[in-house]
């Protein structure tokens, strides 16, 4: 199971760690964010000495009810950043968290190597486009509505069942417009309550029945500090439990606050798994 970055195929059968760095003001955990080329530059070295495989950058928040910003606020944000770590560490495989096809694009221009989509092209129609003109892999991410409103858009007639068709349609519109490499996120947290999410965990081997990359990204998020009754800020030990029982599931990629603990963990699942 192999993806192309930028001429580089990476196995995904062993499992790979990707390190979230915001470029925001406002991501729900205050750790992540990174706003000056310091804070930037210094969040990328400790990821990429922890063993980080993938850095993915957002500079549009996308916790619930986070502001709408503009795709030039965006790119204000973002392409300052590619280029600054791509000086410093030329060989970071550098992931970009948007929906708009623009700023996907120009990403894609200043040496970003993949896609993270939480939309997967439904809040744009020309991302897949986008996607297929670049030949890059693309990561879509279940969701329903928009960061604004998904909160209230938690209903399913079957959880599962309705998140496997939506993939399928995803995923068929992907082939369509002649994307190589997908990677399905099911998106913990979007449009999905506490109960939800736990169920969508212990089911999560269903999705390796669509026969791609599988991204876990439950890193920090309300699943765990609501239920625990902590912070955010607290989450770590709840969030290394999560993404191992992930791993045991199937997981190829743990998206994550945390690098050197998500590796550890790797490599202890792998114990079990192999």
Same mark, same amino acid.
């Given at each position: 199971?192999?993806?192309?970055?930028?001429?580089?195929?990476?196995?995904?059968?062993?499992?790979?760690?990707?390190?979230?760095?915001?470029?925001?003001?406002?991501?729900?955990?205050?750790?992540?964010?990174?706003?000056?080329?310091?804070?930037?530059?210094?969040?990328?070295?400790?990821?990429?000495?922890?063993?980080?495989?993938?850095?993915?950058?957002?500079?549009?928040?996308?916790?619930?009810?986070?502001?709408?910003?503009?795709?030039?606020?965006?790119?204000?944000?973002?392409?300052?950043?590619?280029?600054?770590?791509?000086?410093?560490?030329?060989?970071?495989?550098?992931?970009?968290?948007?929906?708009?096809?623009?700023?996907?694009?120009?990403?894609?221009?200043?040496?970003?190597?993949?896609?993270?989509?939480?939309?997967?092209?439904?809040?744009?129609?020309?991302?897949?486009?986008?996607?297929?003109?670049?030949?890059?892999?693309?990561?879509?991410?279940?969701?329903?509505?928009?960061?604004?409103?998904?909160?209230?858009?938690?209903?399913?007639? !079957? %959880?599962?069942? &309705?998140?496997? *068709?939506? +993939?399928?349609?995803? #995923?068929?519109?992907?082939? @369509?417009?002649?994307?190589? !490499? %997908?990677?399905? &996120?099911?998106? *913990?947290? +979007?449009?999905?309550? #506490?109960?939800?999410?736990? @169920?969508?965990?212990?089911?999560?081997?269903?999705?390796?029945?669509?026969?791609?990359?599988?991204?876990?990204?439950?890193?920090?998020?309300?699943?765990?500090?609501?239920?625990?009754?902590?912070?955010?800020?607290?989450?770590?030990?709840?969030?290394?439990?999560?993404?191992?029982?992930?791993?045991?599931?199937?997981?190829?990629?743990?998206?994550?606050?945390?690098?050197?603990?998500?590796?550890?963990?790797?490599?202890?699942?792998?114990?079990?798994?192999?």
């Amino acid at each position: 199971m192999f993806i192309n970055c930028k001429g580089n195929l990476i196995d995904l059968s062993k499992p790979k760690v990707m390190g979230i760095i915001n470029i925001t003001p406002d991501s729900f955990f205050s750790g992540s964010r990174s706003v000056s080329e310091k804070e930037i530059l210094m969040a990328s070295e400790k990821m990429l000495n922890e063993g980080a495989d993938f850095l993915d950058l957002g500079a549009y928040s996308s916790r619930p009810g986070a502001d709408d910003i503009s795709a030039e606020e965006e790119l204000k944000r973002m392409l300052p950043s590619i280029e600054s770590i791509l000086k410093n560490f030329p060989k970071a495989i550098i992931s970009i968290d948007t929906f708009r096809a623009k700023v996907a694009e120009k990403s894609l221009e200043a040496g970003a190597a993949m896609i993270n989509d939480i939309s997967a092209g439904k809040l744009d129609e020309n991302m897949m486009k986008t996607i297929a003109q670049y030949q890059v892999p693309y990561i879509m991410m279940h969701m329903k509505g928009t960061p604004q409103n998904m909160k209230d858009l938690n209903q399913y007639h !079957d %959880l599962l069942g &309705d998140i496997l *068709f939506y +993939f399928s349609e995803r #995923i068929k519109a992907a082939r @369509e417009h002649g994307i190589n !490499d %997908l990677i399905i &996120d099911p998106g *913990f947290g +979007f449009a999905k309550n #506490i109960e939800q999410n736990y @169920e969508l965990l212990s089911k999560l081997e269903l999705f390796k029945n669509l026969e791609l990359p599988l991204l876990a990204g439950i890193s920090r998020k309300s699943m765990i500090w609501k239920k625990l009754g902590i912070t955010p800020e607290e989450a770590l030990n709840g969030t290394t439990v999560l993404n191992s029982i992930a791993l045991t599931k199937g997981a190829n990629i743990l998206r994550v606050h945390d690098v050197r603990e998500s590796v550890e963990s790797i490599k202890l699942t792998r114990e079990l798994i192999n």
